[in-house]
């Protein structure tokens, strides 16, 4: 009988994986697509690089903001259709008809309100699909889950230049039709399939919850509090540091990562002397190496342990900067790129992970998936200003140093949280 319910269970996970991944696939296919062909639509009417640059990083400061909030109003939400389906029916339409009249702006104040108003609903819904996840899976099979939502992230970077080779010149307005499409497809099938009422996480709240009010009757004590400064504020005076640390790492290494990707194409003309486009296309490769590893550290990880993968990662990808550096030729920068790709697999599907884990209680999963993503964003926010800042410094030459100083103090922030876990075998499993 065990094996049969096991069975069952890993069906059930591998069906939820598959819907949660379409709809991130959706989602991240509009994303993808919007880094690709905003920037054009808004040269249009601005000169100024730095402008376009400015609004174009707005959506990541707007996550900043909008998505712990969301995943917390998920988290404390109750309906028959569960915590997080009722934001995506609402949110993921609503993208999708922005983003597709993101082409027919008139003027730049109407591309600009469409642009945020897209920045803001679609960060908005963001973490409530990525924590259906939690919702679902078990935490020791959660690394393999988030691998296959990688993944799919991964591949609308090649959606979104596939439409942009075939469709941007002749169909311009068309071509932000197809991602918009694939959205509301994919939300049709994610209703259609999944309620998370029906999800461990929800039922394991509900008892949560009817415990708290049964104690409360009898003490009259207020249940606890679930707000986003009240779960920041639980982090913050832990005398255990492993939940802040793992948020500090997240932070540099989201910098090491950014900082790279945003000035690789730089770096290839100016120091390996490379024209734009071939300095432009080193990343290509990569970007297959990641789709090839990110399921087997996954299972690498559920063998020998998620912060550990993630550890090794993480100096993988600082020593990966010391060899681009000291072979600084265009055959070495692949090889580069290439570990530094194993290098993110082994971070992307287990940061989220690891913190999902350290979370006190299933009321907050949602509230834990956007401070990952604080973290990350605020990383991939500060990073390339901080090592552009270095750079000037040091000239491009060392470009690739300067990003395995952020990659190394990732790395100093996990290493007290793995003595303390060697040390205390009693703590939650990772």
């Known amino acids: 009988m065990t094996t049969l319910n096991t069975a069952a269970e890993r069906s059930a996970g591998r069906r939820i994986t598959f819907f949660v991944a379409l709809a991130v696939f959706a989602q991240e296919s509009t994303w993808s697509f919007y880094d690709a062909q905003v920037p054009p639509l808004l040269r249009e009417y601005l000169a100024s690089t730095a402008l376009v640059g400015l609004i174009m990083g707005m959506d990541n400061l707007l996550g900043i903001f909008v998505q712990p909030w969301m995943g917390n109003r998920s988290d404390n ?242 020593v990966a900067m010391v060899v681009g550096t000291v072979f600084a030729t265009p055959a070495g920068t692949l090889v580069m790129l290439g570990l530094t790709a194993v290098a993110a697999a082994g971070f992307m599907v287990n940061a989220a992970v690891i913190l999902w884990n350290l979370a006190p209680s299933a009321r907050v999963l949602g509230t834990y998936t956007g401070l990952y993503t604080v973290g990350y964003a605020g990383g991939s926010f500060l990073g390339p200003a901080l090592v552009g800042a270095l750079v000037d410094l040091t000239g491009w030459r060392f470009l690739l140093l300067d990003a395995a100083l952020l990659a190394a103090l990732a790395v100093a922030a996990v290493v007290p949280v793995e003595l303390h876990r060697r040390r205390n075998p009693d703590a939650v499993a990772l």
């Open 77 to 318: 939400t109750r309906t028959r259709w569960g915590r997080r389906i009722p934001y995506l029916v609402v949110g993921m339409p609503v993208a999708a008809l922005l983003f597709a009249a993101l082409p027919l702006a008139s003027s730049l104040p109407v591309l600009i309100a469409v642009i945020f108003a897209y920045a803001l609903v679609a960060n908005s819904f963001k973490p409530v699909t990525e924590a259906l996840l939690p919702d679902f899976i078990r935490p020791e099979r959660r690394s393999r889950a988030a691998a296959a939502v990688k993944i799919a992230t991964s591949l609308t970077i090649i959606v979104s230049a596939l439409i942009s080779a075939f469709m941007i010149d002749s169909h311009p307005v068309l071509a932000f039709w197809v991602p918009s499409a694939l959205m509301l497809v994919a939300v049709t099938v994610l209703v259609a399939n999944i309620r998370d009422s029906d999800s461990p996480a929800y039922r394991a709240v509900e008892a949560e919850e009817a415990r708290t009010a049964e104690n409360a009757e009898h003490s009259e004590a207020a249940p606890a509090s679930t707000s986003v400064w009240a779960v920041v504020a639980d982090i913050a005076r832990d005398r255990n540091r492993d939940r802040l640390l793992i948020l500090v790492a997240i932070l540099f290494f989201g910098g090491a990562w950014a900082s790279v990707r945003a000035l690789i194409t730089p770096y290839g003309m100016e120091v390996l002397g490379l024209s734009r486009g071939d300095a432009g296309g080193l990343t290509l490769s990569s970007g297959v190496v990641f789709i090839l590893v990110a399921l087997p550290a996954a299972l690498l990880s559920e063998r020998i342990g998620r912060l550990r993968v993630m550890g090794l990662g993480m100096a993988l990808f600082a």
